[in-house]
């Protein structure tokens, strides 16, 4: 008897009667062979949700079994490419569609099966291969290597083996006998199911930074490589900006960017922009180190869901090479939007703002799969997961934002006020925190510089020192403040526009080094103490400032190149010197 749709709401469908499927199988559902997963069972009725709009699908149309459940096809052709969020390259949609728009439907290949790829044999006849092992190589792009890998769920002895040579991904490039005499052909493709993680041999301790190249956050909020941070923001605040530039920066192997439930321009302006960067370590096309997953907001809300799943199982699987992944989700909150809708029509009962019970659990699975492994070759990799939330009306207190707070480490909170003053990156310093730094001191210390978490701390100092003071301005005003207090706050002025503030379109302060951001502090840091030292004599803030240093100090973040470190021991110089001579000029002296 066949299976055949007995409702439908929206994209949840529902079969009756039957006992075929299993709990997240992969179906085909109608005569246009929608794409769709089981996610209840029932005795009476068999539920399933569609990655398709199921627009024109009618009652008593049949629904088919694959008996697998929901993979990604994991293979070289993934980097450079843009999917949609069940893993379907979007250019060759196009091309079936025969227009922008995506026809249902659209039976793809994830990954182009026509390529061919130089492939390097490594195993021989008689090696036993185990899970994770590499028994072949090729060149996926100019700057990533691809090692085709044993699945996990494998193991045998080698039987036969071809020569090296041009393959495309479904060729046999190698045969294994598994234990139970079975012959297992090897291609340059994998399976794997998108729900669950892929193992690894051991999870390691955190102790690297990814490096940005942003101030506020390699200084003050820094992230480790393997660890999780979230971007809480109202709208026009900056988070998909910022995801934008750590994608162009960060020190991340590959990149990773879900953009799911995003507008359609600004998906638009990813791609375009991704297309046209040329990378800064490489000098090639950026995309040549990318995975676009691209989900806008007016595609189907199911597949939305899924598409958090495609991408960090797209970056554990590069992970498993030995590569570190940047993953930026884009947005976590239109996720959890999707993960609302798909409840309601399945009629559960509704947790704090109508978002399912199950959302803590939903988002814990998600950012549990970041982390800095041993994998099962033996290599080190990486997935870092760096989620943009969005609460309505910049609301923190929403059920989003808080059970996110749970589950990640590092909190960059964009504040409007920052954000309407052209403050970039508009990450509030006072209210974001990093629980990261403890376990990065030591290779802060031995790479950046000896003082540099000392200088960070006292850098930090100044910024909640001058949080407090304001306080105090807001309700009596600054002509009570004594010199030392009004010195703090003039300081951390610099801080903030001079340290903490970048331009993303200066050639040099786009992207600063963790030795240039060490010697901006010392700077800084230098002016306060002489500051301090001249007020002490009798000197005044008043006399300090009109001097002129605290911007000439402001400024060195456009003045000095990257590359031109010894130019700092000038501006130390100077500083001291224009303190020294406000004691000789008769207009600076303290009345």
């Keep these: 008897m066949q299976n055949v749709v007995y409702s439908i709401n929206g994209p949840v469908v529902k079969v009756k009667d039957t006992k075929d499927f299993s709990m997240l199988e992969m179906v085909y559902v109608g005569n246009k062979r929608l794409i769709g997963e089981v996610i209840g069972i029932t005795n009476e009725f068999t539920t399933i949700q569609v990655y398709e709009t199921t627009t024109g699908l009618k009652v008593g149309e049949p629904v088919y079994q694959t008996g697998a459940p929901m993979c990604a096809t994991l293979g070289p052709g993934i980097i450079s490419n843009i999917f949609d969020g069940i893993e379907r390259p979007l250019k060759r949609i196009e091309e079936v569609s025969g227009g922008a728009f995506i026809s249902e439907g659209a039976n793809v290949d994830s990954l182009d099966t026509e390529k061919k790829y130089d492939t390097e044999i490594k195993v021989s006849v008689g090696d036993h291969l185990t899970g994770g092992q590499v028994y072949a190589e090729c060149q996926e792009t100019a700057v990533i290597r691809h090692y085709c890998m044993l699945s996990p769920l494998l193991e045998g002895d080698v039987i036969s083996v071809n020569e090296n040579g041009e393959y495309r991904i479904n060729d046999t490039v190698c045969v294994i006998k598994d234990k139970k005499g079975n012959e297992i052909p090897l291609t340059l493709c994998q399976k ?82 991704f ?232 050639k040099d302060d786009t992207f600063v080094p963790l030795t240039k951001q060490l010697l901006m502090m010392r700077t800084i840091l230098h002016l306060y103490n002489e500051s301090k030292r001249k007020i002490a004599e009798g000197r005044t803030v008043g006399q300090i400032v009109k001097s002129g240093i605290m911007e000439k100090v402001i400024k060195i973040k456009y003045e000095i190149p990257n590359d031109h470190p010894e130019m700092f021991d000038n501006y130390i110089t100077e500083i001291t010197e224009t303190l020294d001579s406000l004691s000789d000029e008769g207009e600076w002296r303290a009345e």
Excluded at 441 to 453: I, L
Aim: hydrophobic share 35%.
């Design 192 to 273: 794997w199911p998108i729900r669950q993680p892929r193992p690894v041999k051991e999870r390691k301790l955190i102790s690297r930074p990814l490096i940005t190249g942003q101030r506020v956050i390699d200084t003050i909020l820094p992230i480790a490589k393997g660890g999780t941070a979230a971007i809480p923001g109202g709208f026009g605040t900056g988070k998909t900006m910022t995801q934008h530039q750590l994608a162009k920066w960060c020190d991340a192997d590959i990149i990773v960017y879900i953009g799911c439930g995003e507008r359609g321009n600004e998906m638009t302006q990813v791609l375009e922009e």
């Design 275 to 506: 297309s046209e960067l040329i990378d800064p370590k490489t000098d090639r096309p950026l995309t040549d180190r990318t995975v676009l997953i691209a989900n806008t907001s007016n595609m189907p809300v199911a597949a939305r869901e899924a598409s958090i799943y495609t991408g960090i199982t797209l970056a554990e699987y590069y992970r498993d090479m030995g590569y570190h992944i940047a993953i930026m989700a884009d947005s976590t909150s239109r996720w959890a939007e999707a993960l609302r809708e798909i409840s309601g029509r399945l009629e559960e009962m509704p947790a704090e703002e109508g978002f399912p019970a199950y959302l803590p659990s939903r988002l814990s699975e998600f950012y549990e799969r970041a982390g800095y492994m041993e994998t099962l070759s033996g290599r080190e990799g990486s997935v870092t997961v760096i989620g943009a939330v969005s609460p309505q009306g910049s609301d923190f207190s929403e059920p989003v934002t808080q059970n996110t707070k749970r589950f990640v480490r590092c909190f960059w909170t964009l504040d409007k006020s920052l954000a309407y003053a052209r403050h970039y990156p508009a990450i509030n310093w006072t209210t974001s925190y990093s629980e990261y730094i403890e376990d990065l001191a030591a290779f802060y210390t031995e790479n950046a510089g000896a003082d540099f978490m000392e200088c960070r701390q006292e850098i930090s100092n100044i910024l909640v020192e001058e949080n407090k003071l304001m306080e105090i301005v807001k309700l009596i005003g600054s002509d009570v403040l004594p010199d030392d207090q009004k010195l703090v706050i003039e300081i951390a002025r610099v801080v903030r526009v001079g340290f903490l503030q970048q331009n993303a379109y200066h």
